[in-house]
C-alpha cells in the first residue's frame, strides 16, 4: 500500500500497446468519479498512443481542480509526454525518459513531410503529398497550440510556447528518449524521488496482451468519498 495523502486517487496506465479510445474512456471515467478535493497520481509506462485519446485525458487531468501528480518509473513517450505534461508535479525515475510530442501522419512525422515538401517545391510533388503537406501543417500547429496550453498555467505563456515548439517540431525522431539531463535544459521541471512502493506495485501487474485491459483503476479513494452529485 503506498500512503502519501489521507485521500488519495491512483491511476495506472501500464500499457505494453498504445493508449487507445477504449483506454481514454477507462481513464475519464475514473477522473470523473473522483472527488474535485481528492488529488490524483497517476502512473504511467506507455509508448504513447491516439492522439484523440491521449488529449481527451490530458485535457481532464489538467482540468481537475486537485493537485494532479504523475509518476513515470521507466518511459512515457509520445502521447504518454502529453499526460505526464498535463500534471501539476511531474516525478521520473532517475533514468526514465520521455519523448518527443510531433505529430505522425500515418507512417511519416508530419514535420518530415513537410520537409520533403519544402525541399522539393509545390510544383513538383503529386496531389497527394500536397494533401499530406496541409494535413501535416494543422496537425502540427495543433498540437503546439495543444501543448502550450496545457503548460502555460504553470510555466507562463512564453515558456510554454518555447517547450511547446521544442517538443513538436521535428528537432529529434519521434521516439528520441529525453532523459533527466534534457528535460531539465528543456526547462521541464520534475523531482526524482519516486515512492518505492510504486516499483512494486508496477511489478503486481503483468503487461497486457491485446485482448486484456490495459488500464488498471484502483479506487481507493472512494472509501469515505462516493461519487460527485449525480455521478453513476
Do not use: C
Request: aromatic content about 6%; proline content about 9%; charged content about 20%.
Amino acid at each position: 500500500m503506498i500512503h502519501r495523502q489521507e485521500s488519495i486517487s491512483f491511476l495506472g496506465i501500464p500499457l505494453a500497446r498504445y493508449i487507445t479510445i477504449e483506454d481514454s474512456e477507462e481513464v475519464l471515467r475514473a477522473i470523473r468519479l473522483t472527488a474535485p478535493d481528492v488529488p490524483i497520481d497517476l502512473i504511467l509506462h506507455t509508448p504513447g498512443g491516439l492522439v484523440l485519446a491521449t488529449e481527451q485525458i490530458a485535457r481532464a487531468l489538467a482540468a481537475h481542480p486537485a493537485r494532479v501528480t504523475v509518476f513515470v518509473p521507466h518511459y512515457a513517450m509520445s502521447g504518454g509526454t502529453l499526460l505526464a505534461l498535463a500534471a501539476d508535479e511531474l516525478v521520473i525515475d532517475p533514468n526514465a525518459v520521455l519523448g518527443p510530442v510531433d505529430p505522425q501522419i500515418g507512417q511519416y512525422p508530419a514535420a518530415s513531410i513537410l520537409a520533403a515538401y519544402r525541399e522539393k517545391g509545390k510544383e513538383h510533388v503529386s496531389d497527394e503529398t500536397a494533401i499530406l503537406a496541409d494535413v501535416a501543417h494543422k496537425a502540427m500547429a495543433q498540437m503546439r497550440n495543444h501543448v502550450a496550453s496545457l503548460l502555460a498555467p504553470r510555466l507562463g505563456p512564453e515558456k510554454a510556447q518555447e517547450l511547446a515548439d521544442a517538443l513538436t517540431s521535428g528537432r529529434w525522431t519521434h521516439d528520441y528518449p529525453l532523459g533527466a539531463e534534457e528535460l531539465a535544459a528543456l526547462g521541464i521541471p520534475f523531482r526524482q524521488d519516486i515512492p518505492p512502493e510504486m516499483y512494486s506495485l508496477m511489478e503486481l501487474y503483468e503487461q497486457p496482451g491485446l485482448r486484456r485491459p490495459s488500464v488498471q483503476f484502483v479506487p481507493l479513494p472512494y472509501q469515505g468519498h462516493g461519487p460527485r452529485e449525480g455521478g453513476r
